[in-house]
């Protein structure tokens, strides 16, 4: 978040902190779970819609990418969240 809307939210909202392995140990539910600085966040199950036009801008971003032979890099240091989802 930008400052002033974490400002805004940590004033806001009253969060229980909970540790990854509290976390890894949620049971399993519709939907996307994700751990952002010791906060639960729930999304709900993306639509129908949604899922296939990601899909669609994904298989497009590897079309260029292929194409272009640009190098396809993951580096997991900069990931300082951590989200899970369960089928459904």
């Known amino acids: 978040m930008r400052g002033g809307c974490r400002r805004y939210h940590a004033l806001m909202s009253a969060t229980t902190q909970i540790t990854l392995e509290e976390f890894l140990d949620l049971p399993d539910t519709p939907g996307k779970q994700e751990l952002l600085d010791g906060e639960l966040i729930v999304v709900s199950p993306a639509k129908h819609t949604h899922r296939r036009t990601g899909k669609r801008v994904q298989r497009l971003l590897e079309s260029v990418v292929d194409a272009t032979n640009w190098p396809r890099l993951v ?3 900069c990931q ?3 989200a899970r989802s369960a089928p459904g």
């Open 80 to 82: 300082r969240d951590l």
């Open 75 to 77: 580096d997991t240091r």
